[in-house]
């Protein structure tokens, strides 16, 4: 039975590739803050997706693909901040769920969940995936990604996003680190 520490001092333990008995046993024996550590990390991984013969291609386009959504996600818990200190409190999820797909305070964001949405449905068709097809979706993400090209409203609140929030920050440069690696070597 072997299993890391998944950042040294935290204590956080990475159960990847770990029988469950030892899972679950570790959740009983520690404190409640590491067992949110522990699910917190587990459910931030990517999915485990099967690339097909097209692995190199597929692959970026899969990497690009998490981390947009995780993008997405740091995205929404900032708005969702700003909105409740600003507006006032969300009171559930279908409420949340409301607001994000009907308030002007949250349309913003669409581009981004359009584009991830482009990318899920380009991984699922059955024609071959081309080199061409995935440096479209990777422009696509430089021209949103990058606030200078970005104009109107989307660029002026990613860049606040970005000021404000340092998750922000960190997830906007995996996609950056995504975008650059796009491309296979020559």
Do not use: C
Request: charged content about 25%; overall charge negative.
């Amino acid at each position: 039975m072997s299993y890391e520490v998944a950042e040294q001092g935290t204590g956080i333990i990475s159960l990847v590739n770990t029988p469950f008995w030892v899972f679950v046993w570790v959740l009983t024996m520690v404190e409640p803050a590491i067992k949110l550590a522990i699910v917190e990390s587990m459910a931030n991984e990517p999915f485990d997706r099967r690339p097909p013969d097209d692995d190199t291609i597929r692959r970026s386009l899969l990497d690009l693909h998490d981390s947009l959504l995780h993008l997405h996600k740091v995205l929404l818990d900032s708005e969702r901040a700003v909105y409740e200190a600003t507006i006032g409190p969300i009171r559930s999820p279908n409420h949340f769920f409301q607001l994000l797909t009907g308030d002007p305070w949250f349309a913003w964001l669409r581009p981004i969940s359009q584009l991830i949405v482009a990318i899920d449905e380009t991984l699922d068709e059955k024609e071959p995936l081309t080199q061409a097809i995935v440096d479209a979706l990777m422009s696509q993400s430089v021209f949103f990604l990058i606030p200078a090209r970005s104009e109107g409203e989307f660029g002026e609140r990613y860049v606040a996003a970005l000021q404000r929030d340092p998750r922000v920050i960190l997830a906007h440069a995996q996609v950056a680190k995504r975008i650059g690696s796009g491309k296979p070597a020559a």
